[in-house]
């Protein structure tokens, strides 16, 4: 398949600067080089629900890019739809083993990832209604699984970073907000430090708790 070395203009980045959903595309753009400029959506505000937003992504959620005219949502999706775009091989293998547990690993960015230390940072630093001795409980049974497997492995699904690990990362990197510790997790940490030295790594902005 013929892959497009660059965009013919800055890709539209539709996010929220605390968003772990929004970081992960942040992150693959950066980490791919493309240019793109980040518009930042004011959700308190209401602006994900506007008529013009909602055109974009019809559920009113972050992130949602504009790649001059090809228009994707989901944070999962547009980390795809990117790779196989502008990366190549290097980040989405094509074979079946490798397919199979890319998926794997998008349950499970979007199950205990999400529903664990992504909830409990939604508790501490939004307020959000949900119960965060579960979501902390999640959070600590899922690092205890990623510890054994990153203890003999230094990527999710290979080698070498891959969409993977750029889906698990920014609600992982970001526990500690939501009152999750990290330090029992020594291999897990070390998978966090090889993906913050890659090439072209930008984290995420730090969010103050709620008072």
């Known amino acids: 398949m013929h892959m497009q070395a660059t965009p013919s203009a800055p890709i539209l980045l539709y996010r929220s ?4 959903h929004s970081h992960r595309v942040e992150l693959f753009l950066s ?19 506007s008529d013009a937003y909602l055109a974009l992504n019809p559920f009113g959620q972050v ?15 547009i980390l795809v739809y990117l790779a196989r775009t502008y ?14 547990a890319l998926q794997q690993w998008f349950s499970i960015a979007a199950g205990p990832v999400l529903n ?4 409990a940072r939604m508790v501490s630093l939004f307020r959000a209604p949900l119960d965060h ?3 902390k409980g999640i959070a600590h049974k899922l690092f205890a699984v990623l510890e054994q497997g990153f203890s003999k492995a230094a990527y999710a699904i290979g080698d070498e970073a891959s969409l993977a690990d750029i889906a698990a990362y920014s609600y992982i990197a970001h526990a500690p907000e939501g009152g999750v510790d990290l330090a029992p997790y020594p291999a897990l940490c070390a998978w966090l430090a090889r993906i913050e030295a890659l090439p072209g790594f930008v984290p995420m902005q730090r969010a103050a708790p709620a008072t």
């Open 17 to 20: 600067k605390v968003s772990g």
């Open 31 to 49: 980490l791919l080089g493309l240019p793109f400029e980040m518009m930042d959506v004011d959700l308190r505000g209401g602006a994900n629900r």
């Open 63 to 77: 992130p949602v890019i504009d790649d001059n005219g090809t228009v994707v949502y989901d944070s999962n999706a």
């Open 87 to 100: 990366g190549g091989e290097r980040w989405m293998p094509s074979d079946v083993a490798s397919q199979v």
């Open 116 to 119: 664990g230390p992504g909830a």
């Open 133 to 135: 001795e579960r979501a």
